[in-house]
């Protein structure tokens, strides 16, 4: 079995892992107690599955020894994550303030403002919530060049303090 084949098969097992967590009935309905194990057990860890084999796949970031080949990967990364979540961004937010028109009657600059602040800042509290991963990955493939060049003594103290100083939304 090549490596091509075994991360193939662990593309395929974490895109059902991510189906099933996400096809489970909304927690507003009572869900069977061993269904909401199997649930919880799989978000434990489908992302962080999802995650490493995307940087498996992106793993020639470290291969970066310049600036212009570190704007040339910044370029294509932009190109592979950052236009497809801008684009449905922009769709399904024109789609949200279309409806709230129709709706309500009524049309507010400041929702529109609202919208586009949350995408781009907080896109994971927003109706793009559910393209948290695009943003996030396109973010940490971007960081990772840079990364790769620091030492770990302190690259892992940065991040620790990252993640108990940045807040996180609900």
């Known amino acids: ?10 593309k395929g097992l974490a895109i059902l892992l991510v189906f099933i967590g996400h096809a489970a009935t909304p927690t507003f309905l009572e869900r069977p107690f061993l269904y909401e194990i199997i649930v919880q ?6 992302m962080t599955v999802f995650f490493i084999i995307s940087g498996f796949l992106g793993n020639n970031s470290n291969k970066i020894s ?25 769709i399904t937010n024109m789609l949200v303030i279309l409806l709230q028109a129709i709706v309500s009657k009524e049309f507010n600059f400041s ?20 393209l948290w991963f695009l943003y996030t990955l396109l973010i940490i493939s971007i960081m990772a060049p840079l990364l790769y ?22």
């Open 66 to 90: 310049n600036y212009k080949e570190f704007l040339k990967y910044f370029k294509s990364r932009c190109i592979r994550l950052g236009i497809p979540f801008i684009t449905f961004s922009i």
């Open 111 to 130: 929702h529109i403002l609202n919208m586009i602040k949350t995408t781009l800042i907080y896109p994971e509290s927003g109706v793009m919530g559910a």
């Open 1 to 10: 079995m090549t490596i091509n084949n075994e991360v193939n098969y662990m």
């Open 41 to 46: 057990f799989i978000y434990g860890f489908n």
């Open 149 to 170: 060049k620091l030492s770990w003594k302190i690259v892992m103290p940065i991040a620790i303090l990252l993640n108990i100083l940045v807040p996180k939304y609900n």
